[in-house]
Nanobody, 124 residues
Framework: QLQMVESGGGLVQAGDSLRLSCAAS????????MGWFRQAPGKEREFVAT????????YYADSVKGRFTISRDNAKNTVYLQMNSLKPEDTAVYYC?????????????????WGKGTLVTVSS
């Protein structure tokens, strides 16, 4: 079982950058694919990006492709989301999630474990 804690959220202006981190506890981090999802006020949670167990495979939502980069450091049990060129529509609570699989989770795959989220607010 994994437990994750997100950090790095905050209030930024449009065009700024922000890096989110997700620290996971447990000895099986490297056997889990990881992902970032977000939920804007009044909207359903949506897929942002996923990364496979080794970090070699990544998958992005079209809305963030070219602006966001997901990465992981298995030695630190941490997954990151580098967010550049932020837009007001990126405002949301960002959640880290994990799934025990060696494939890259696609947007509709159910994840096994979830963090509690970190709030990102982008002002115009």
């Amino acid at each position: 079982q994994l437990q994750m804690v997100e950090s790095g959220g905050g209030l930024v202006q449009a065009g700024d950058s922000l890096r989110l981190s997700c620290a996971a506890s447990g000895r099986t981090f490297s056997t889990h694919a990881m992902g970032w999802f977000r939920q804007a006020p009044g909207k359903e949670r949506e897929f942002v990006a996923t990364i496979n167990y080794s970090g070699a495979g990544k998958y992005y939502a079209d809305s963030v492709k070219g602006r966001f980069t997901i990465s992981r450091d298995n030695a630190k049990n941490t997954v990151y989301l580098q967010m550049n060129s932020l837009k007001p529509e990126d405002t949301a609570v960002y959640y880290c999630a994990a799934k025990k699989t060696f494939t890259i989770p696609t947007p509709n795959v159910d994840m096994d474990y979830w963090g509690k989220g970190t709030l990102v607010t982008v002002s115009s």
